[in-house]
Structure formats: structure tokens, C-alpha cells
């Protein structure tokens, strides 16, 4: 076995072993949150180094094609898991139980109440001029 073949076996286990702590975390953490948390890290590093592996594998064009993917992978990963944490909230009723500090429900309260100040007037805002 040559260093290049030990080398692209290495980045492939190491992914595989990365996407294996991902499957073991979706299927025994509890929520949908840490599920999400589970399969976004993970995922990410066993993808990045399968990816890796298969363009040290296919030579110079297969890696600069398996690089660009990466790229676009690091890029759009973290916005699909941002996006379906977001929805898993929005729909989630029992988030009491499992969140101790929820710092989306404070945002959207504050964001609640500054467009209430903003759309009602306040009542030194009513005096006329005859009044003043």
C-alpha cells in the first residue's frame, strides 16, 4: 500500500467514523434541537473529509471538483440547519420543557413590542396645538 492510498484511507475512515457519531446522535439524543446539533457538526466534518478522500482518489481535477463542493457545502450547510431549527421552533409547543434560556421567544417579544410603540402613538402625541 502506497502513502497516497494510506493517506486517502485515513481522510475516508475519519470521515465515516464522523458520519457515524451522526447517525448514533440522531437516533439517541433527545430532541429535535440536539438532533439537529448531531447531524449539522458531524455531517459536516464526515462529509468534508469523504469529500477529500474521493478527490485525493480521482487526481488533480477530482480534488479541485471535491474542494468547490466543500466550499458550497460549508456555505449552504449552516443556513438549511439555521432554517430547520427556525421551523422546528416556530412549531415546537413543548420548547418550555426543554429550553432553559430561550433567547428567540425575548427577540421576538422585544420586536413585538417596538412595533407596537411604533404603531401606536403615544398620548403626548395626540395634544393639539389649541392644547399646548
Sequence with gaps: MTPQELGILTLA???VFFMLVSSIGLVRLPDVY???QSAGKATTLGIGFTLLAAGFYYGEWGLFRMIVLLV???ITGPIATTAMAHAAYRTDYEREIVLHYDELADAEADQQLDGQVA???TPLNH???AQA
Design 13 to 15: 475512515s475519519i470521515g
Design 119 to 121: 404603531g401606536n402613538e
Design 127 to 129: 395634544i393639539s396645538d
Design 72 to 74: 458550497l457545502f460549508f
Design 34 to 36: 440536539a438532533r439537529m
